[in-house]
């Protein structure tokens, strides 16, 4: 007891708990670690595996089965270039510019409150510092993912919102300009999420008794953005609304969340608990008009999670974080009770924590692909899940076979054709999952595969579904299983010898 008040006194270590300078510092650090320890997201890496396809001149939509608008594409291509000229992984150039954009908005956001982007007392370095944990630490693996970035770069638009509530506005008008284009680009992003700012801006309207908040240029830039964008793509890529789109209604929109989901889902029960308590107690943070003003646009985040996401946790990374900022933002917010204190600590580490156990990394599948030496292989992946395939495709250096990411438009119609459905729509969706088993085949035809990674347990049949195409099934005869790990079969091409007597049908069995 007396070596720990020993500790407790020393000067060193109550600066390091009491100064809130230092705690920043302490989390840039923090989170530059964790960046550099965890593994990477499947979807972040699969972004950089569709942008490759892209800027090697494939076309999206045509050549490219994509099932996301051309801003994945887009989105990437700054840290796609800048791999292929320093050597450095894709991934880490996404974390480095998207680590660079979080503290601009956060200092976009501080400047925009007191004038400084950077903290000059401790209430504000209080508050940056649960900004930067937000943003930088809570969404561990799925940090820099198109659902954080949404967010992050409309946070700037609904900072100019909270403090609409509480003073005029003294900046030049291109300031709210730019502010726009960034929450425009978010939209474009992901379109659903604009429920968020458009919440706040309601809010607004109603505390300031006008429609006039509508109308400002931050609001009329976003939309001219998001306009222009639609027509770009219109132009540019037609194919993804005359024939992508109707697909998509029925292949991806298959897997809304469910009852069960929802209420295990842990990071959206911890939220919602902890709103209960914050409205509960209806303390001084709550009586700051800017609290609620965002905490409403945390709600319009969450009205789009359940109307558009899918089941997976990382979606609700914008409501999340939304009503953590909020809280941070009270002007109140350091008088809240010790109890509410450790209630945010513990949900900030549970919430980082179900950010790393939901990325669905295959550690044993990649060790094992690595210990076959294979250089810069082409690989073909049979799976329902990206997590499969991505990053593990990246970690070889490998290339992916695939027309796209995976064979999604089968597992949706899959999915889609356990409900009644109509004769005429079985009809259409068998139809549509035959063109991708012809898709798959003519693209393992132009780049033979090196390394096929079969899903062993799944929720398709990946076997049966590639014996029902000739090409296919005769391809897969020239591949041998070498092992299995984290439920995937590894196929390795045979030599000609082994070719010699193969019977008509793969040694694989169902």
């Known amino acids: 007891m007396i070596a720990l008040s020993r500790l407790l006194d020393n000067p060193q270590l109550q600066r390091l708990v009491l100064d809130p300078f230092l705690r920043l510092w302490l989390i840039l650090a923090a989170a530059a670690a964790i960046l550099l320890a965890i593994p990477f997201h499947p979807d972040f890496s699969a972004g950089q595996s569709i942008t490759a396809k892209y800027l090697a001149g494939e076309r999206p939509y045509l050549d490219i089965i994509e099932n996301n608008p051309p801003m994945t594409f887009y989105m990437h291509v700054p840290s796609a270039l800048l791999e292929q000229w320093t050597g450095l992984r894709g991934e880490y150039w996404q974390d480095i510019l998207a ?3 979080c503290l601009c908005v956060t200092g976009l956001g501080e400047w925009l409150r007191t004038g400084n982007a950077i903290p000059r007392d401790a209430a504000s370095a ?3 510092g649960i900004i930067l944990v937000t943003l930088l630490i809570m969404p561990m693996t799925s940090f820099g993912s198109r659902d954080q970035l949404t967010f992050v770069l409309m946070w700037p638009m609904l900072v100019l919102y909270a403090e609409d509530m509480v003073k005029p506005r003294t900046h030049p ?16 992003i992901k379109f659903y999420f604009i429920l968020g700012p458009i919440f706040g801006c309601l809010f607004l309207c109603r505390a300031k008794g006008s429609i006039k908040p509508v109308f400002g240029l931050e609001n009329i830039m976003a939309a001219l953005f998001c306009v222009a964008y639609l027509a770009s793509v219109k132009l540019l890529h037609p194919a993804y609304f005359e024939w992508m789109y109707p697909i998509l209604l029925d292949a991806y929109f298959a897997g809304h969340p469910t009852l069960i989901y929802i209420l295990s889902n842990g990071l ?4 919602t608990f902890y709103l209960l308590i914050a409205l509960a107690k209806d303390d001084k943070r709550l009586q700051d008009c800017r609290t609620r003003l965002l905490l409403v646009a945390g709600l319009g985040f969450s009205v789009a999670y359940f109307a558009f996401t899918r089941n997976l946790p990382f979606r609700y990374l914008p409501p999340a974080s939304c009503i953590l900022m909020a809280l941070a933002a009270a002007q109140n917010h350091s008088e809240r009770p010790a109890a509410i204190k450790l209630y945010e600590a513990v949900f900030l580490a549970m919430s980082a924590w179900i950010m790393l156990i939901s990325n669905p990394y295959r550690a044993e599948a990649t060790a094992f692909a690595r ?11 049979l799976s329902d899940d990206l997590g499969d395939g991505h990053p593990l495709i990246r970690d070889l250096g490998g290339r992916l076979v695939n027309h796209g990411l995976n064979p999604w438009v089968t597992l949706g119609l899959m999915i889609k ?10 009809i259409r969706f068998a139809r549509l999952i035959e063109w991708e088993r012809d898709l798959t085949a003519r693209a393992a035809a132009k780049t033979p595969p090196d390394l ?4 062993n347990i799944s929720y398709v049949n990946w076997l049966a579904w590639v014996r029902m195409n000739a090409s296919l099934g005769e391809l897969l005869r020239g591949y041998k299983p070498i092992g299995k790990a984290d439920n995937l079969i590894f196929l390795i ?5 082994e070719m010699q007597g193969m019977p008509a049908r793969s040694e694989l069995v169902d």
């Open 99 to 101: 680590f660079a954009l």
């Open 126 to 128: 209080r508050r940056v």
């Open 173 to 188: 008008a291109w300031v709210d300009a730019g502010i726009g284009l960034m929450a425009g680009l978010g939209g474009c």
């Open 268 to 271: 959206l029960v911890l939220t």
């Open 371 to 381: 210990s076959l030496n294979l250089d810069r292989p082409n690989i073909l992946l």
């Open 417 to 426: 054709m356990e409900d009644p459905t109509t004769h005429e729509q079985r």
């Open 452 to 455: 096929i990674l079969l899903q």
């Open 493 to 497: 091409r045979r030599t000609p010898a």
